[in-house]
């Protein structure tokens, strides 16, 4: 059995200006925004609405975690959540939060990344501040590893 792991960032800024190759599934990115908005709707919130930047930002620390072992919010080339989401063009900005999931197995996929977030508090706190507006998603996989990873913004 494997054990997923997962990580959670939220920050509210206010204007800041492998061994095998990994490969993205794009449909994965977007059946992680629309359990996402559902899970929203459950807990009260509108929807967020999928962000090209923070599409980038997430696809850039998902192929991260996945091909450099990058686990956490901290890339492999020392960049954290505002700095990828500032390169990928998402500013000025209000508030920024983060999910991060890295699993293998049967626990790599995106419906065990969702399920995980939601029963985890900090990960939960991020998908249900209604305060969010936008969000990008990226779910890539390598052999029997999966990772995904959520943007989340309000300008």
Same mark, same amino acid.
């Given at each position: $059995?494997?054990?997923p792991?997962?990580?959670?960032?939220v920050?509210?800024?206010?204007? $800041?200006?492998?061994?095998?190759?990994?490969?993205?599934?794009?449909?994965? +990115?977007?059946?992680?925004?629309?359990?996402?908005?559902?899970? /929203?709707?459950?807990n +009260?919130?509108?929807?967020?609405?999928?962000?090209?930047?923070?599409?980038?930002?997430a696809?850039?620390?998902?192929?991260d975690?996945?091909?450099n072992?990058?686990?956490?919010?901290?890339?492999?080339?020392?960049?954290?959540?505002?700095? /990828?989401?500032?390169?990928? +063009?998402?500013?000025?900005?209000?508030a920024? +939060?983060e999910?991060?999931?890295?699993?293998?197995?049967?626990?790599?996929?995106?419906?065990?990344?969702?399920?995980?977030?939601?029963?985890?508090?900090?990960?939960?706190?991020?998908?249900?501040?209604?305060?969010?507006?936008?969000?990008?998603?990226?779910?890539?996989?390598s052999?029997?590893? $999966?990772?995904a990873?959520?943007?989340?913004?309000?300008?």
């Open positions: $059995m494997s054990i792991v997962c990580a959670a960032v920050l509210s800024i206010a204007s $800041m200006t492998a061994a095998a190759p990994a490969q993205a599934d794009g449909d994965q +990115g977007g059946q992680v925004l629309s359990e996402i908005n559902d899970m /929203r709707a459950a +009260g919130c509108g929807p967020v609405v999928a962000n090209p930047q923070l599409t980038a930002a696809e850039r620390h998902a192929y975690v996945l091909d072992g990058a686990m956490s919010h901290t890339g492999s080339d020392g960049s954290s959540p505002v700095q /990828r989401v500032t390169d990928a +063009g998402y500013a000025p900005y209000a920024l +939060g999910v991060v999931f890295w699993g293998t197995g049967s626990s790599g996929s995106p419906e065990a990344a969702v399920s995980w977030w939601m029963n985890s508090p900090g990960h939960r706190a991020v998908i249900t501040d209604c305060g969010y507006t936008d969000a990008g998603f990226s779910a890539v996989s052999g029997d590893m $999966m990772t990873t959520g943007d989340f913004g309000r300008a």
